[in-house]
């Protein structure tokens, strides 16, 4: 991945690098652990500055969590969320089902990770996981698939930065209950609009 510094002509080039990066990617790469290993560095460079995301797709609601698409392949082969927190917020805990990077922004998340155990109940597994900004984890139903994500503040939002191998706005995943129980679900997104990371016209202008 290329370390464009910073540019006021351009301040989304960070997340279009990102988005260059992981195309090339997914069209080469078939194994998922070698995908995930390679894609991890680039996305703790992008979480590792702060000075890119549109200030619209960084907005929390009072309500619930928001989940703003900023990127989605042209073969859905994977997307890129921004995934805001308003403060003491938490997902119910659901999977994703296919493989997933989240990396931390802004503010700091806290991740329990679920299985099931031999009578198929679902019980917490290991230790609370707390990410901070800079900080990358992986999902997929081969590394553990099932958690519980929250806000790790009751006074602030905090936002993380997602990339996943689908239009995970359109996957139909699962929520599930303590007792085992499960619902089908289907996030969406809280954004109407993408971000236009193809304007490059002030690039070919300073280029003259
Ligand atoms: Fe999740």
Redesign the pocket.
Known sequence: MSQTPPSPLSPLSPLRDFVAFTTALVAREPDEARLLADLRPALAALVGRDDWLPDELAQPDPQRYCQYLLHADGLERFSVVSFVWGPGQQ?PV???TVW?L?GMLRGEEI?QRYAHDAQGRLRPEGARARLRPGQVEA?SPRLGDI?R?SNAFTDRSSISI?VYGANIGAVQRWVYAEDGGRKPFVSGYSNRWLPNLWDRSNKTVAAR
């Open positions: 997902t659901h999977d994703h997933g989240i991740s999902v958690h994500v997602h």
